[in-house]
């Protein structure tokens, strides 16, 4: 499963999943092949989900429009 960015904020980013199977809470989430946090909570429409990701660290690399996935 996989999603994309649309927001950064603070120690959480936001993606738009590419489908209707989402992740289960507290999944691992993964940007370039390295774990970035894990799920924190669902939002938005139960077609087009969106996923709070709550990140490990602060990390300047993770930017709006990175591709991610999830385990779970």
Known sequence: MSGRIVSHIGNQVVAESSSKDVPDLRS???AN???IG???DLIGNVEKPYIVVRLLSS???IV???DVSWSG
């Open 33 to 35: 092949g390295r774990k």
């Open 28 to 30: 691992n989430v993964y």
């Open 38 to 40: 894990s799920v924190f």
């Open 59 to 61: 990390d300047s690399r």
């Open 64 to 66: 709006v429009g990175s």
